[in-house]
């Protein structure tokens, strides 16, 4: 089992172009949630979604930010004519049930590497 | 809302030394993690906490959860230098979302 994977590891983009952030969470999981890391901060919730559905994104800024997890393919944070404060690290997790409902198993969230985002 | 602090911020300990990071959390909640990250790393779960009361070891740390008080600690016995890194608490709150502590970036001195 691979693991939660996302790529690009690293990502730099000049200010007004878009970026692209990559999740395919680990093999049975079809809950994915989408964090945010600021530098010297702590992880701040964005986004959760399962298949073709977005269930909480609360957490998501109002503009340029969407995000999207198909019924095929990775989960995909899309971020619009970037500017200098999108750099961050976003980290995607996955899990077996809806976090934290259910059994055992629904109380494992796995982290995926991250994504480090640079806006020049 | 859910809001969840750590203290201290940063904590510079010798090696042999004993300490604790404290975490508290604002609303009712049942469930509580502990991670680690070192830097430029992603998040290493250490600890889940599932009940009132409930304390886990592993190695030199050791995780408790008071849920009453909405507090979780988590003690460093004897620390060595590897254990340097960044804990975070996270709890879960009604909605299922993860929300995150500040952090402690520990540094462990030889």
Known sequence: ?120 | ELKVEQNPLFLSMQEGKNYTIYCNYSTTSDRLYWYRQDPGKSLESLFVLLSNGAVKQEGRLMASLDTKARLSTLHITAAVHDLSATYFCAVVSITNKLIFGTGTLLAVQP
């Open chain 1, 1 to 120: 089992n691979a693991g939660v994977m996302q790529n690009p590891r690293h990502l730099v983009r000049r200010r007004g172009q878009e970026a692209r952030l990559r999740c395919s969470p680990m093999k049975g999981h079809s809950h994915v949630y989408w964090y945010r890391q600021l530098p010297e901060e702590g992880l701040k919730f964005m986004v959760y979604l399962q298949k073709e559905n977005i269930i909480d994104e609360s957490g998501m800024p109002k503009e340029r930010f969407s995000a999207e997890f198909p019924k095929e393919g990775p989960s995909i944070l899309r971020i619009q004519q970037v500017v200098r404060g999108d750099s961050a690290a976003y980290f995607c997790a996955s899990s077996p049930f809806v976090f934290g409902q259910g059994g055992p198993g629904a109380n494992v969230l796995t982290f995926g590497a991250g994504s480090r985002l640079t806006v020049l």
